[in-house]
């Protein structure tokens, strides 16, 4: 991975509410390479870097559970990246580049405050809406505050009006680029370069990037252990089917007044209603009981669905009133209300944290090893 030739900047230190276990979402009657240094710097081969088969090994048993970020106390896999160098300091956010499908592509990289490569750690992948970029949505989700290696995505400019960067899935999306081949080349160079916890690869994102987690929810559903996607344009365009190999735990954020991507959905754009797309996930999770409604907040409803096949829980959290926004922005973060009677950077990892990727889909998957645990 390389860096940028710029400081490394810290992680922004905005307001932050005590996380409280949130009662999450509206009241739903829905139908059931290598990572390159900084950019810029000069690299040893001109060729892409492959990466290394990943083998995954058990956390040592001596280490007390309480020393691992992993909250749940088991003991988390770790990647071949652990013991090594990471490049940058903790608690930094360093620009990195690696190589997918023959084209230089860029991550922002967020280590957390007391990040070690002795520790397995948990990945939350960031996706940006049209136009924005990883830095741009470091700045508002306040996902720098979670105890996890944080990688903002960036997308390839695309087609329509300006040089916006998109992701794959919207009609809008740069022809031929491959975000799928991205997001597993990036997940590929991070476990071989950092200390990171296969089991623990989570997935969010705004707008047309959470659109894009939705994809990735489909067809890499054997290394993304959840998803969280926030005001989501679910366009799907090449990604008719969702077929995905196991039940994928989905929380979705969304405003009701929207005016970017309708809560009602767009027809004409190819958008679905949200309350659709959640049933959907609901039906292929099999899920048994819900919808629970609660009032979270005088303007956020949780609606939740459990009695999932594999505990894979889904559930919705509406914004009453709440437009095209990141619930509690650091900084604006799209047009419409945004509330701050929660924050979804804590609401969201209160329902990713304690998910956990099979450990049979770390077996039988050649580049990326075996796996060292049978839980």
Known sequence: MSTTTASPRPAPHGRRRPGRRAAL???????????????????????????????????????PASAHPDRAGRNPLRSAGCGT????APGSSVLRTLTSDGRERTVQLHLPDGYRSDRAWPVVLVFHGRGNTGAGTEAFSGLDALPAIVAYGNGVVGTGDGDRQAWEGAPYAAPGV????????????????????????????KSNGAGFTGILACELSDRIAAIAPVAAAFYGTGHPDCDPARPVPVID?????????????????????IEDWVGGWVARNGCAAGPDVEE???????????????????????VLGGGHTWPGEDSYSGGGYATHSIEAHEVLWEFLGDERLPARFLTGHGARGTAGAAA
Do not use: K, M
């Open 178 to 205: 491959d975000d799928v081949a991205y997001t597993n080349d990036l997940l590929d160079t991070l476990e071989q370069d950092l200390c990171v916890d296969p089991r623990r690869v989570y997935a969010t994102g």
């Open 85 to 88: 160098d990471p490049g940058q």
């Open 296 to 318: 979270t907040a005088f303007d956020v409803t949780t609606t939740r669905w459990t009695g999932c096949d594999r505990g894979a829980e889904v559930t919705h959290v509406a």
């Open 253 to 273: 954020f969304h405003g009701t007044d929207d005016v970017t991507i309708p809560y009602a959905g767009d027809p004409d754009r190819g958008l679905p209603a």
């Open 25 to 63: 979402l509206t009241a739903l009657a829905l139908a059931a390479s290598g990572l390159a240094g900084p950019v810029g710097a000069t690299t040893a081969a001109a060729a892409p870097a492959q990466a290394a088969p990943a083998t995954y090994l058990q956390a040592d048993a001596a280490t």
